[in-house]
């Protein structure tokens, strides 16, 4: 898969099958969209091209930026969309100025300076200055210009029942595994093992503390979670922490731990993936670090029940 950050330096080649939008997640009402333009590049003989804004619109347009936290980093999402068969990635630098553009001059970068010749996008998608370009204006304009546009229709994409906004809510109550079947796979975090005050190793559950890569992506509720975690190519079986530690300090900010239920090695400065599978309990804060260790022995057995039973 191409992947294009500067729309200027694009030089249209073969005609285009397109569609645009954030994508954040890449989740299953995502892929039903672009299964269907990949099917339709094929047919037409296109390349299947996806067009996606850095950084998320939100984020530039609304009063509160910071709030929105996203589902997927741009390697992430990268990765995904190249698994769907896509040719062309384009990832355009959004800011105000972009956004100012009325729906036909951004549509006539697309079709006359891009050569996109077919467009697949969701019933309820929008764009340009005011949102004014729907479906209905797309329409009006396959008079004018030569391109085709086709709309996946409400039905197909509702029946789902799958949001970006519904997933957010299902990760900030802990609900991962309501999170993965609307996904169509498991929620992960990134990032490096990083130095930390090894309270756990003396507790006997010697923890990896993971750096998040991404500061936008979202960090599921705190509380105690079965994961799978990625250490080089293998997955394994572990708990992860997520929470300020309560316990330990009483304003601590929060923390993601990952206790590798088989593993005994350094893992300082590597980078992990831990994918979320289920969650155990709530966070809470106890007396006592032995209470608090006579609790991890049980988060270990209810962790190794959930693994026995897959």
């Known amino acids: 898969m191409l992947v294009v950050n500067n729309l200027e330096e694009y030089r249209k080649s073969a005609p285009l099958a397109l569609t645009m939008g954030s994508y954040d997640g890449v989740h299953l009402a995502h892929a039903e969209i672009i299964s269907a333009l990949v099917r339709e590049a094929k047919e037409r003989q296109c390349l299947a091209t996806l067009m996606t804004f850095d950084p998320h619109p939100r984020m530039v347009l609304n009063k509160d930026p910071d709030k929105l936290k996203l589902l997927s980093s741009n390697r992430e999402k990268r990765e995904m969309l ?36 077919h467009l697949v996008i969701g019933y309820n998608h929008r764009f340009g200055k005011d949102r004014e370009g729907d479906y209905s204006f797309l329409q ?127 893992l300082y400065g590597q980078e992990m993936t831990i994918r979320f599978l289920s969650r155990l309990r709530d966070d809470r804060k106890f007396d006592s670090l032995e209470e608090l260790q006579s609790q991890i022995r049980l988060d270990e057995s209810r962790a190794r029940l959930y693994f026995e039973g897959r």
Do not use: C
């Not at 990635?89 to 100012?100: H, Q, R």
């Not at 079965?226 to 300090?249: C, E, F, N």
């Open 140 to 266: 009006r304009m396959t008079e004018q210009w030569p391109f085709t546009v086709q709309e996946i229709g409400r039905q197909a994409l509702d029946q789902m029942a799958v949001s970006s906004t519904k997933i957010r809510h299902s990760l900030e109550s802990g609900d991962v595994a309501l999170a993965q079947m609307f996904l169509g796979y498991p929620y992960t975090l990134s990032g490096t093992v990083v130095h930390g005050d090894q309270v756990g190793r003396r507790l006997g559950y010697p923890t990896a503390n993971l750096s998040v890569d991404d500061p936008n992506k979202l960090i599921p509720k705190s509380g105690i979670y079965a994961v799978h975690a990625r250490v080089g190519s293998d997955w394994k079986q572990s708990m992860a922490y997520i929470g300020p530690r309560p316990t330990l300090q009483s304003h601590g900010k929060s923390v993601v731990e990952v206790h590798l239920m088989e593993y005994d090695g350094d």
């Open 82 to 117: 190249e698994a769907l068969g896509l040719d062309i990635l384009f990832v355009v630098p959004f800011d105000k100025e972009f956004s100012n553009q009325t729906a036909a001059e951004f549509l006539g970068r697309l079709v006359q300076g891009m050569g996109v010749a």
